[in-house]
């Protein structure tokens, strides 16, 4: 890809180059004195880089950024708060399609930072919440034999490159326990995998009855200063009433 990348910048030069030259030595066969026109070719130049300055800023930081080997053509890259694959890169521009097909074209003047999640690898981050009441091993191991599970389908097991790393307890929510972990994948598989290892784990929980929690609420009245609390109407006749 960057290879394909650079080549269709370096063509883009080129032909330009070529057409200026050809011109020049076609307006010099036909008669024509191009003596002044390279005088003033200094002079041009420097008046369209003062009305030009972001085309000129433009360029300078696409050279840069292609230099650096931050994104090339293919690429699911976040740029100018936009995130999408690369589908073209030009020396002042870089254009993406993002996820609903949405065709981005964004000059690199507005662009401060490149974040491409297809560099020579990607992680995907699981956290997954379980119930207070469950032992934090015994999830651990179940988030183990789901990810040995996952290695054993031939449709993703090409894609991870490690084992997976447990972090643990990362934090404590309002109803769950929040465990990390991450697989290391080969670059862009890591979003097909991750959903992959979220179905076999959704299904290896449901059969050792560990708790995915979701949010609860506590209901209580009102205490007077004497202690006592409002009264509470109960419908009994109609308790066992069918929905």
């Known amino acids: 890809m960057r290879e394909r990348t650079l080549l269709a910048l370096l063509r883009n030069a080129a032909a330009i180059a ?26 041009l130049g420097l008046a369209i880089g003062f009305g030009a300055q972001k085309m000129v800023q433009d360029i300078i930081t696409g050279i840069f950024i292609q230099f650096e080997n931050a994104m090339n053509v293919g690429d699911v890259v976040t740029v100018g708060g936009v995130t999408g694959t690369v589908e073209r890169l030009t020396i002042r521009s870089v254009s993406l399609r993002d996820l609903h097909g949405v065709f981005h074209i964004i000059p690199f003047s507005s662009v401060d930072m490149v974040s491409n999640y297809v560099k020579d690898y990607g992680y995907f981050v699981c956290d997954m919440g379980v119930a207070y009441r469950e032992d934090v091993e015994e999830a651990k191991q179940a988030m183990l034999d789901a990810f040995a599970e ?34 290391k994948c080969v670059p862009g598989r890591q979003w097909g995998i991750g959903r992959a290892y979220n179905g076999v784990l959704k299904r290896v929980f449901d059969a050792r009855n560990i708790e995915i929690p979701f949010p609860h609420q506590t209901l209580y009245f009102g205490e007077s200063k004497d202690g006592g609390t409002q009264s509470v109407k109960v419908d009994v006749a109609n308790a066992n009433a069918p929905a």
């Open 150 to 183: 996952l290695k054993g389908d031939p449709e993703q097991a090409d894609g991870i490159l490690d084992e997976l790393e447990w972090f643990g307890v990362n934090s404590f929510g309002d109803s769950a326990v929040m465990l990390r972990a991450r697989i």
């Open 18 to 43: 070529l057409v200026i030259i050809t011109l020049m030595f076609v307006l010099a066969e036909i008669g024509f004195d191009i003596a002044p026109l390279l005088a003033s070719a200094g002079v």
